[in-house]
């Protein structure tokens, strides 16, 4: 090789190595959603509860993971929801049905079919605390798919999800409620 095809060979080594660096991502992440994106709804409660809390979605090599931590509870199962829209006024109410994206029966988290917005339930302990955690490749956040848990209701409701009601698993009455919004 000549002095003077070094450096175009140098040159097209970079961008080869650049294009190979940008086919890998784009290749992992075909949306071009960001890994890292946060979202989070914080829980109060409806008139007359005491129920608090934190769902914190994370969104990492193409899966969604739920962290939920509840207080204030009665001891027990209680069920826990996305709905619709984002609005917990009226007690929730405003909140609507259950997020359905497609259009499923409602059912079981995990045997199809069920809503995505299905989440299931969660035991409260004698202090009334309880956590739950989820991973799935049925949401994203912030990408304004269909799959997109942003910007509606999470919902916690004061009797456990039957999985065969519809359309809404004759969860009772909602007792808390946060909207899920993106993190900055």
Do not use: Y
Not at 14 to 38: F, I, T, W, Y
Not at 75 to 91: F, L
Not at 96 to 119: K, L, Q, S, Y
Not at 122 to 146: H, I, P, Y
């Amino acid at each position: 090789m000549t002095k003077k095809g070094h450096p175009f060979a140098v040159l097209g080594a970079c961008v080869l190595a650049v294009l190979c660096g940008c086919s890998d991502d784009v290749a992992e992440n075909p949306e071009g959603v960001k890994d890292g994106a946060r979202a989070t709804a914080e829980i109060t409660p409806s008139t007359g509860q005491t129920v608090t809390g934190t769902a914190v979605f994370t969104e990492e090599n193409g899966l969604v993971r739920l962290n939920l931590h509840l207080n204030g509870l009665v001891p027990g199962v209680h069920a826990v929801h996305i709905h619709e829209m984002p609005d917990c006024g009226m007690d929730g109410n405003n909140a609507m049905g259950h997020w359905n994206p497609t259009n499923e029966a409602h059912g079981e988290w995990g045997r199809p079919p069920f809503h995505r917005g299905d989440i299931g339930n969660v035991k409260a302990d004698m202090m009334g605390q309880a956590s739950f955690a989820l991973r799935t490749d049925l949401w994203t956040l912030g990408d304004e798919s269909t799959t997109d848990v942003v910007n509606h209701a999470f919902m916690v409701h004061a009797d456990p999800d039957d999985f065969i009601s519809q359309p809404s698993g004759n969860a009772g009455a909602r007792i808390g409620c946060g909207v899920i919004k993106l993190n900055p």
